[in-house]
């Protein structure tokens, strides 16, 4: 069986967070009732205003750019893409075709240990259509229904060079875009609500082939997981029509994620004719110097530097880094523990393994942990110097996140401080000896075990404070005698 | 007492002093409207319950117009594809025959802040393009000096009749200089940016203007002053102010220098009689100080063609919301395609069909280097020869069109692309350039001499026309509607 290669390409749209649409003062909050967040220039009426780009969304465009490695363009044109459809109200779509805002950029993925840069074609804005709403699926729904209220909205699309190889590279692709243009906050990309939508170009060729074959491109997959399936799915199809001595027909394909599987939904043999030319209505707009400079010094450390800094000067594995990097809330939440407490590995351990899995098991965002990050140093704190056990420390820290209260008043309200007086606990390990001859009896006999159930009857005495080292030796130390 | 006599300062008096009243004002005018519907059809709407509203306000001090209103008691009508919520809008096109624009345009606001009046919604070709008189709705506006010729578009009717002082209408690639030309009145299309756009159904954004029209040059001027200036809601609109025109032409004029492209004798079509006219013309103008040059201008000629490969395009697009989805006409289908089609087929004139299929063959990816790419490179070209010939001189002097209004049967190049009328007056549109047409009332229907002028240089424009002006005086004819006059 010859072994083919896969080749990749995504074209990914994001809609930016700006307040109002690119080109008038409508609202672009997500989930309004249909219809209802419009104005006779987003529905196209004729006789209404004039577009007025808005700076926030160019703002947001070169930033994103930037954030991915691409050169900017010192001035940027609006052009029109016109082509009929009922969701898009002007019979033409702003974009960015002549001169984008970003060209020739990079993102760098990890992938079994080792790095790849995965190229970016162009960074460009341009304007959401409407919304076609159906009955049940596209192909069998005997009408559309058509909401303006995304028409407008601002959106960026980041194409790819056809330089990813693999559904798992798409997926990781995706995510650290995700995780890059949220740390530079111009978007929320939630693929669920459509914020982040992604468009694959597929095609296969035997592996060494150089030249890139027929391609299908692959449309409707809302979550990552449907990515790296659709994507499985549509070269598995490919491969089988080349086995079958047949040719890939180059169509638009949708991905229905009930069965699992991709369909035609249109070819794309008539190739696109979009007339493009400068929006009369919008001037050239100049990108000067000094504001770049502006933009790029807000730019935050992102994801890559942030994973090298952790690895290297914090000493974390690969693993860690990763996992904390990929969302600037929660790496910054780290740094602000290790402020109070400079013990790297150890915090990140507490992050990965405990607040993670309250964050995910209760679905509450990392902003809205009732833990300060001081207060999670504290309680790091406090372990050390042995004034709580690491035990009782889980059970205080699920009350923090519960209540948001600190973890010195919760050990004092409850009386969680470990004892630690060697004192105290001798005279208790002296009645749990005397009330336990048979398991005396069985340690003196060679048992082990025995020692760990006398351990474990000192802590229920105490309820868990007394200091488990200090048990160990005490306990040791009468027994021995 | 004829309709000339009907001005704005002898009208701003009778009110002041309460001569005449708002009734009678109101009757008369509308009367007056309605005679020249009746012979010219230069009105798409004329609503008599409005014109009584507006003129009562002038007569009520409560309702602050102000009789110092810089446009008190001057009447205007707009083409037919400016913006205003209270009439319908349609663009002379069954398309939009009973629509009504949700905003009122910039230039109407600006005129009811000066007090000016509105008569009505003007005739025109539909959504502008073109001054042949053939794709109205509406039909087709007379030209009051002969009938059986076209006057171009309603708004150059209405202003020749008197029945408003002056009309406001589009100019894409010259339609409203020409129509002033066919009809013997002013006209002035600003430099691009000069007047906003805001509310202008436009079809050719990059070359479309608002501009005037009036009997004389003093309103011309007056009625610029109250509309141009910077509009922060379009932002094509020139960022400096405007500024007051009829004040500056107070003031003593230096000796003009004028080009003259030495080939203008090569327009299609450019009747005998005019060479003559215009070359007296040209003799007079020394006279009264004007110097004459003769420059070359290589490819002023391709001008015509070259705006109407891009306003094709443009509009093919700007036109392409006409989907009978949202608003306007809409035809019955059995699917989305069927429906756009036959929206489409029957909304819109066969002539317009054809001009916005042109603009889509053009812009095809087959023909878009060869046609739409080159015609935007030769509007570069265009422009730095005409701003490099208006650095040397005050302005650039050609005939208006190369042919009076045309008549039955006698359309030139009706078939043909470019437009033949558009040959002297594209250019300006092309390179953005203020134009101003001065009327040649001969024997018959009258022609029209170009000004074309300096980026934001109207002034110049206007001195030269009023110099003309003062030293000529015009034959308007004198219409009998039979009408009792104010």
Known sequence: ?481 | MNNRSYSARQLKEQIKNKSLSPQELSSSIISLCNSVQEKYNAFISIDPDIISKEIEALFDDKLKVGDNAPLFGFSYSLGDNIATSGYVTTCASKMLSTYKPPLDAHVFLKLKENGAIIIGKTNMEEFGIGCSGESSYFKGVKNPWNTKHTAGNGAAAAVLTGVVNFSLASDVRGELRQAASYCGVFALKPTYGRISRRGLLDSASSLENIGLMAGNTMDLAAALTAVAGHDPHDVTSLRSEAPDYISLLEGNSKELQAAVPENWQDAPYLEDELKDIFQGQLKKLEELGIKIHFVQLPHFQHSSLTATIISAVEAFSNLANYDGVRFGYRAEGRHLQEMYTLTRSEGFSSKLKKFLTFGALVSSAKYYNDYFLKAQKLRSVITKELEDCLQRYDLLLTPTTPFRAPGPGILPGREELPDPAGYYTAAANLAGLPALTYPLHTKGLPYGLQFTGKKEDELTLLKAALLLENENTLAFPNFDFNNQGV
Request: with cysteine; aromatic share 8%; net charge neutral.
């Open chain 1, 1 to 481: 069986m010859p072994e083919f290669e896969t080749v990749i390409g995504l074209e990914v749209h994001v809609e930016l967070l700006t307040n109002t649409k690119l080109f008038c003062g409508c609202s672009t909050a997500f989930g309004a009732d249909p219809n209802t967040q419009v104005c006779p220039l987003c529905l196209g009426l004729p006789g209404g205003t004039l577009p007025k780009l808005n700076e926030k969304a160019v703002e947001y465009t070169i930033k994103a750019a930037m954030a991915l490695n691409c050169r900017i363009a010192d001035e940027i044109t609006f052009d029109r893409k016109n082509y009929y459809y009922a969701d898009l109200p002007k019979g033409f779509q702003i974009s960015q075709f002549f001169q984008p805002t970003g060209r020739d950029g990079y993102v760098e993925i990890h992938l079994d240990g080792r790095s790849k840069k995965i190229g970016i074609h162009q960074v460009h804005l341009e304007e959401d259509t409407g919304k076609l709403l159906h009955m049940g699926d596209i192909i069998s729904s005997p009408y559309s229904r058509v909401d303006f209220n995304r028409a407008g909205v601002p959106l960026i699309e980041i194409v790819t060079e056809p330089d990813i190889r693999s559904p798992e590279e798409a997926r990781l692709f995706l995510q650290k875009l995700r995780s890059i243009l949220r740390y530079i906050a111009i978007s929320d990309c939630k693929m669920e609500e459509g914020s982040m939508r992604c468009d694959a170009n597929i095609s296969i060729r035997p592996a060494g082939s150089k030249e890139l074959r027929t391609k299908t491109e692959l449309k409707n997959m809302n979550s990552f997981r449907a990515v790296f399936r659709g994507i499985e799915y549509e070269v598995e199809r490919q491969r089988s029509v080349v086995m079958e001595g047949k040719e890939v027909i180059p169509q638009t394909r949708h991905w229905d994620e009930a069965k699992g599987i991709t369909k035609a939904m249109r070819s794309k043999l008539v190739s696109a004719n979009y007339r493009c030319f400068p929006d009369p209505n919008l001037p050239p707009y100049k990108l000067p110097a000094e504001w770049l400079e502006e933009i790029r010094k807000s730019i935050p450390e992102l994801p890559d530097s942030r994973y090298s800094r952790f690895t290297g000067e914090y000493g974390l594995p690969p693993y860690d880094a990763e996992i904390l990097t990929a969302s600037r809330e929660i790496a910054d939440y780290y740094e602000a523990v290790l402020t109070g407490y400079n013990e790297p590995k150890s915090v990140s351990n507490w992050i990965m393994s405990e607040l993670l899995r309250l964050l995910n098991s209760t679905n509450t965002g990392i902003n809205d942990c009732k833990i300060k990050p001081e207060d999670l140093g504290k309680l790091l704190q406090m372990i050390d110097k042995g004034t709580i056990s690491g035990k009782i420390a889980k059970g205080v820290f699920e009350e923090m996140f519960a209540t948001g209260k600190k973890p010195e008043d919760i050990i004092k309200e409850k009386g969680l401080t470990q004892i630690s007086d060697e004192d105290t606990i001798a005279k208790i390990v002296d009645s749990v000896l005397a009330g336990n001859p048979g398991s005396v009896e069985d340690y003196r006999k060679g048992k082990n075990k025995a020692l760990g159930f006398l351990v474990g009857q000192v802590m229920k005495e105490t309820k868990g404070k007394a200091n488990p080292q200090l048990v160990n030796k005490l306990l040791k130390e009468k027994l021995d005698r």
